[in-house]
């Protein structure tokens, strides 16, 4: 299985709205609405922000959003704050029953 | 409240066989709707799913690692481990346990994980 595809990094200024790519094909993301989308600082817990595409789980403010076309999905963090600097990584689940990450994407706020 | 915690050696050497456990506190690892898994990080590169299991023994693993993974669990103790064997530097990684949650129609996502263990392979 492939790994799902990410840019390495993006940045945005606080209060702007940035977005996160993650590219697979049709036996992960184009398949299944089944992408999940974890925030992760260095050092602590990965945290689930976004699953099944759209969803967001409860506490996980309405900022970040999820959505997908064919075999993309894509983050969106709007009104970027300070604290959400941090490494963002895309997931999906396959057609062969298993899971399948992104490289990751380091998000910079100026 | 639900927590994960990692444990075992940060050093394995070449060639042995790399264990970790994953104590699981605020909740039953014999829950019905909780499937654990165990997820790794190389230094300076993405996640990559190692497999998951539900506690009654079915399991799913990764295919490039799958000769090498055994996944077990511990009722008494509630905690599971991961063995992982014939290791090489490749191996060397910050490794997570996670919970698994969802199903057919919310889809699966870990949503809950640990702070994560490194392990490097090194002689």
């Known amino acids: 299985q492939s790994a799902l595809t990410q840019p390495a990094s993006v940045s945005g200024s606080p209060g702007q709205s940035i977005t996160i790519s993650c590219t697979g094909s049709?036996?992960?993301?184009?398949?299944?609405?089944?992408v999940s989308w974890y925030q992760h600082h260095p050092g602590r817990a990965p945290k689930l922000i976004i699953y099944?595409?759209?969803n967001r789980p409860s506490g996980v403010p309405d900022r970040f959003s999820g959505s997908k076309s064919g075999t993309t999905a894509s983050l969106t963090i709007s009104g970027l704050q300070a604290e959400d600097e941090a490494d963002y990584h895309c997931?999906?689940?396959?057609?062969?029953?298993?899971?399948?990450f992104g490289g990751g994407t380091k998000l910079t706020v100026l | 409240q639900l927590h994960l915690q990692e444990s075992g050696p940060g050093l394995v050497k070449p060639s042995e066989t790399l264990s970790l456990a994953c104590s699981v506190s605020?909740?039953?690892?014999?829950?019905?709707?909780?499937?654990w898994g165990w997820i790794r990080q190389p230094p300076g590169k993405g996640l990559e799913w190692i497999g998951t299991?539900?506690?009654?023994?079915?399991?799913y693993y990764n295919p490039s690692l799958k000769s090498r993974i055994t996944m077990s669990v511990d009722r008494s103790k509630n905690q599971f481990s991961l063995e992982l064997s014939s290791v090489t530097a490749a191996d060397t990684a910050v490794y997570f346990c996670?919970?698994?949650?969802?199903?057919?129609?919310?889809?699966?996502?870990?949503?809950?994980w640990g702070r994560g263990t490194l392990v490097t392979v090194s002689s």
């Open positions: 996670a919970r698994r949650s969802g199903d057919y129609v919310r889809g699966w996502y870990f949503d809950l």
């Open positions: 605020g909740g039953s690892i014999t829950s019905s709707t909780s499937y």
């Open positions: 299991f539900y506690y009654t023994g079915s399991s």
């Open positions: 049709s036996s992960d993301i184009g398949g299944y609405n089944f």
């Open positions: 099944a595409v759209t």
């Open positions: 997931s999906s689940y396959t057609s062969t029953d298993t899971h399948v």
